[in-house]
């Protein structure tokens, strides 16, 4: 077959053999290989600020499932906690953010999670749930009064500042964490 008609025909056979790109979610809940559930993940963190709200809820959900997970390699989880929190500001189920955020809370007491929990904890500090407010501060202030890596330290202050200025009324309200 020649010419354009050739080429036509070679494309559509070309896409016939191609496999569509399966939702990130669905490669998060099953079985899959390190790489293909970072990919997952570059894929969900990317498109969630412009999904539909159901989508936000269901695809922060997923990354919390990861985040937590035992059986996820480590590298995964990693990356889905600093995800989970950079998600958390643009979903808009109260609820899901804030199992989210004590998921993030919780992971700060595992050593080998906590630098990853803490980075996401500062972008998820932004219109945190009030539900959450008291614990998210408790739980910096008391990590910070541990031992600390420079790099955990740092991090933690970070988050810890990023809520103290995210607040407008937090000097009135608590003029000593200012």
């Known amino acids: 077959v020649c010419g354009k008609a050739g080429k036509d025909a070679k494309f559509i056979e070309a896409l016939a053999v191609v496999k569509p790109a399966e939702d990130p979610i669905s ?7 390190p790489a293909e559930k970072l990919a997952a993940l570059e894929s969900l963190h990317s ?6 709200q159901a989508r936000r809820t269901k695809g922060l959900e ?3 499932r990861v985040a937590i997970s035992g059986i996820e390699a480590p590298v995964v989880r990693a990356r ?12 808009g189920d109260e609820s899901t953010r804030s199992a989210a955020v004590l998921s993030l809370l919780d992971m700060t007491a595992a050593p ?14 932004h219109d945190l ?5 008291e614990r998210f501060q408790t739980t910096l202030l008391d990590l910070l009064d541990q031992k600390l890596s420079n790099e955990e330290q740092i991090t933690a202050l970070v988050a810890l500042d990023a809520f ?3 607040r407008d009324d937090m ?7 200012v």
């Open 171 to 177: 000097p009135q309200s608590r003029p000593d964490l």
């Open 27 to 33: 490669v998060l809940s099953r079985a899959a290989s």
């Open 62 to 64: 997923a990354l919390r």
């Open 80 to 91: 889905a906690l600093l995800y989970l929190g950079y998600c958390v500001p643009v979903v």
């Open 164 to 166: 103290v200025r995210s």
């Open 112 to 125: 080998d999670y906590r630098v990853f929990a803490l980075r996401g904890l500062a972008p998820a500090s």
């Open 47 to 52: 498109s969630l600020p412009f999904a539909l």
């Open 129 to 133: 749930p009030a539900a959450v407010e």
